[in-house]
């Protein structure tokens, strides 16, 4: 397919008023080839149309092209969108200028019927995926059954004039349970009259559509416009609205004449470039892709000769490279010297002489290092980790990960020596040495290896003495001299280190207790709170337990107080 660009006369818009003013010179054109049209006009147009559309290959864009084999007139139509005059309608100002049959929350967790003024869906509901729009405000809503305005706001318009009304959707709700319920449904009004069809929204969640209807105001001065829920399932219509607009529709046109006429090529012209060469220059033409082309050489407008162009526009080398080191390791191929995780971009050349790139996407993985503090006791192992020590020193195991790079495991073992103690002991026949897991009850020399907490094991040696349980005579004065040089107190005399326990009281005549001590060896003084004591008898009881029996024995008697 040949094609040559030709460009339409310059239109000149106001935009304010949307007065146009085209300079009347048609652009007549020699061919019986494809030709590519195009609109040079500012400002760029919002919408274009071509008719008619037979022999084009996109009756919509500003630039397409023609396939024809007859003269042919073609009419554009290059359409503006004056201001918009929904006040707010992109929500930057937050929740004024509309009006809605939801009701406003600040929660994070809001019941159906509810809307937000945020810059993410994911803050009205935790449930809803968290979806933006260009960083700015918008209104997310929990829609709910019975609930049919969604957002309605009036504005000022001119008689007899077409607008545009639009506004962009996007869905919310990512829950797999509501895959047809959560679709937006919603039907376009101005002034209580729907415009078109109903609108469903079909796409993924957070994906943002702009939907538009055309208007014409008629007779009208004001526009009510409404935004109405028809999807009124009580889990449905999670929906996020943005950009709500109502533009007057300014239209400018022009004409191009293509006459058909016969062609002699007398050449062939063969152009190859690269891609960051585009747009070629070729004379008076200029050619943004590769094609086939008739070029005319013209002598006071008149066609002298026609050339046949072959542009061949060699595509630039993009290669992407994904590869994996482990840490501490450096990517060194392809011209890379990279260490880190990321994207690096190498510019070359190729073998054409366009520009190459290479595309580094690499991916470090983590090693494991791992240092264990460990201690055993002499003639102790550690075997754990791959380990079989016994000697105090630095180890080390390299293993590989799960992600396919070295692990490394570093054992610190220190080893405990063992202690030797030597313990010289007795007891008394009848009696047994329990100390130190020993039980022994005859004289000898005994050997046992005993743990005390965490540490190491004690060698203890026990050099055990066995002694005959001597008798225990316990006797008591019957008289007490506190002012004398002897029976100063009174008490109970014996080897005291033969008793186990004791419990000594004095009683007056009258019964009460003067005196009491489980103390060994605490005697009486003769005395009461600290007061003489009256001469004359007293009563006294002793029960006491030796170190070498297991019961108690008790004695009592009377003492005579002399001072």
């Given at each position: 397919?040949?094609?040559?660009?030709?460009?339409?006369?310059?239109?000149?818009?106001?935009?304010?008023?949307?007065?146009?003013?085209?300079?009347?010179?048609?652009?007549?054109?020699?061919?019986?080839?494809?030709?590519?049209?195009?609109?040079?006009?500012?400002?760029?147009?919002?919408?274009?149309?071509?008719?008619?559309?037979?022999g084009?290959?996109?009756?919509?864009?500003?630039?397409?092209?023609?396939?024809?084999?007859?003269?042919?007139?073609?009419?554009?139509?290059?359409?503006?969108?004056?201001?918009?005059?929904?006040?707010?309608?992109?929500?930057?100002?937050?929740?004024?200028?509309?009006?809605?049959?939801?009701?406003l929350?600040?929660?994070?967790?809001?019941?159906?019927?509810?809307?937000?003024?945020?810059?993410?869906?994911?803050?009205?509901?935790?449930?809803?995926?968290?979806?933006?729009?260009?960083g700015?405000?918008?209104?997310?809503?929990?829609?709910?059954?019975?609930?049919?305005t969604?957002y309605?706001?009036?504005?000022?318009?001119?008689?007899?004039?077409?607008?545009?009304?639009?506004?962009?959707?996007?869905?919310?709700?990512?829950?797999?349970?509501?895959?047809?319920s959560?679709?937006?449904?919603?039907?376009?009004?101005?002034?209580?009259?729907s415009?078109?069809?109903?609108?469903?929204?079909?796409?993924?969640?957070?994906?943002?559509?702009?939907?538009?209807?055309?208007?014409?105001?008629?007779?009208?001065?004001?526009?009510?416009?409404n935004?109405?829920?028809?999807?009124?399932?009580?889990?449905?219509?999670?929906?996020?609205?943005?950009?709500?607009?109502?533009?007057?529709?300014?239209?400018?046109?022009?004409?191009?004449?293509?006459?058909?006429?016969?062609?002699?090529?007398?050449?062939?012209?063969?152009?190859?470039?690269?891609?960051?060469?585009?747009?070629?220059?070729?004379?008076?033409?200029?050619?943004?892709?590769?094609g086939?082309?008739?070029?005319?050489?013209?002598?006071?407008?008149?066609?002298?000769?026609?050339?046949?162009?072959?542009?061949?526009?060699?595509e630039?080398?993009?290669?992407?490279?994904?590869?994996?080191?482990?840490?501490?390791?450096?990517?060194?191929?392809?011209?890379?010297?990279?260490?880190?995780?990321?994207?690096?971009?190498q510019?070359?050349?190729?073998?054409?002489?366009?520009?190459?790139?290479?595309?580094?996407?690499?991916?470090?993985?983590?090693?494991?290092?791992?240092?264990?503090?460990?201690?055993?006791?002499e003639?102790?192992?550690?075997?754990?980790?791959?380990?079989?020590?016994?000697?105090?020193?630095?180890?080390?195991?390299?293993?590989?990960?799960?992600?396919?790079?070295?692990?490394t495991?570093?054992?610190?073992?220190?080893?405990?020596?063992?202690?030797?103690?030597?313990?010289?002991?007795?007891?008394?026949?009848?009696?047994?040495?329990?100390?130190?897991?020993?039980?022994?009850?005859?004289?000898?020399?005994?050997?046992?290896?005993?743990?005390?907490?965490?540490?190491?094991?004690?060698?203890?040696?026990?050099?055990?003495?066995?002694?005959?349980?001597?008798?225990?005579?316990?006797?008591?004065?019957?008289?007490?001299?506190?002012?004398?040089?002897?029976?100063?107190?009174f008490?109970?005399?014996?080897?005291?280190?033969?008793?186990?326990?004791?419990?000594?009281?004095?009683?007056?005549?009258?019964?009460?207790?003067?005196?009491?001590?489980?103390?060994?060896g605490?005697?009486w003084?003769?005395?009461?709170?600290?007061?003489?004591?009256?001469?004359?008898?007293?009563?006294?009881?002793?029960?006491?337990?030796?170190?070498?029996?297991?019961?108690?024995?008790?004695?009592?008697?009377?003492?005579?107080?002399?001072?």
């Amino acid at each position: 397919m040949t094609i040559k660009s030709y460009g339409l006369n310059n239109i000149f818009v106001n935009i304010d008023s949307c007065a146009v003013n085209i300079i009347p010179n048609d652009t007549t054109i020699y061919s019986n080839n494809p030709v590519q049209i195009q609109l040079n006009i500012t400002p760029e147009a919002d919408s274009v149309k071509w008719t008619p559309s037979i022999g084009l290959n996109n009756n919509a864009i500003s630039n397409p092209i023609a396939t024809i084999n007859n003269s042919t007139q073609y009419i554009v139509e290059a359409y503006y969108y004056d201001t918009n005059l929904v006040y707010n309608g992109d929500f930057e100002l937050g929740n004024v200028g509309f009006t809605t049959d939801l009701l406003l929350t600040s929660q994070s967790s809001s019941p159906y019927g509810t809307y937000i003024i945020a810059n993410d869906a994911h803050t009205l509901y935790w449930g809803f995926t968290s979806c933006t729009h260009n960083g700015g405000l918008f209104m997310s809503a929990d829609g709910a059954p019975n609930l049919l305005t969604t957002y309605e706001s009036q504005v000022n318009v001119e008689p007899n004039t077409d607008y545009i009304f639009s506004v962009e959707f996007a869905n919310i709700n990512e829950s797999p349970y509501f895959v047809d319920s959560w679709r937006s449904i919603f039907q376009l009004k101005i002034n209580g009259v729907s415009l078109g069809s109903q609108i469903i929204n079909t796409s993924d969640f957070c994906i943002w559509n702009r939907y538009y209807r055309i208007w014409n105001s008629g007779n009208n001065t004001t526009a009510t416009v409404n935004i109405t829920n028809l999807n009124i399932s009580p889990d449905g219509n999670d929906f996020a609205l943005d950009n709500v607009s109502l533009r007057k529709i300014c239209k400018a046109t022009d004409t191009i004449n293509i006459i058909f006429a016969p062609q002699t090529i007398i050449d062939t012209i063969d152009i190859t470039i690269c891609e960051n060469d585009l747009p070629y220059n070729y004379n008076d033409s200029t050619f943004t892709q590769s094609g086939t082309y008739f070029y005319n050489f013209s002598i006071n407008n008149i066609i002298d000769s026609t050339y046949l162009i072959h542009l061949y526009v060699l595509e630039p080398y993009i290669n992407t490279i994904n590869a994996t080191i482990c840490e501490g390791e450096t990517y060194a191929e392809n011209g890379f010297n990279q260490n880190t995780t990321g994207l690096y971009t190498q510019e070359l050349q190729s073998i054409n002489g366009c520009d190459s790139t290479i595309i580094l996407d690499l991916e470090v993985k983590q090693a494991y290092n791992t240092t264990i503090n460990a201690s055993i006791c002499e003639g102790d192992t550690y075997n754990q980790n791959g380990f079989n020590e016994n000697t105090t020193g630095s180890y080390t195991n390299t293993y590989n990960s799960y992600n396919g790079c070295d692990s490394t495991i570093t054992l610190q073992l220190q080893v405990n020596n063992t202690r030797d103690t030597v313990i010289y002991d007795t007891i008394y026949s009848g009696t047994a040495y329990t100390n130190f897991g020993f039980y022994r009850t005859e004289e000898g020399t005994y050997f046992n290896t005993y743990q005390i907490g965490q540490g190491c094991p004690m060698n203890i040696t026990l050099y055990l003495t066995v002694k005959e349980v001597p008798q225990v005579n316990v006797w008591l004065p019957n008289t007490i001299t506190p002012y004398d040089v002897v029976n100063t107190e009174f008490g109970y005399y014996t080897e005291l280190q033969y008793l186990e326990s004791v419990k000594f009281e004095v009683y007056n005549r009258w019964g009460n207790r003067i005196f009491e001590s489980v103390k060994i060896g605490e005697y009486w003084d003769g005395t009461y709170k600290g007061k003489e004591c009256q001469r004359g008898l007293y009563a006294w009881k002793l029960k006491y337990k030796t170190i070498f029996e297991d019961k108690y024995y008790e004695k009592s008697g009377n003492v005579h107080l002399i001072w």
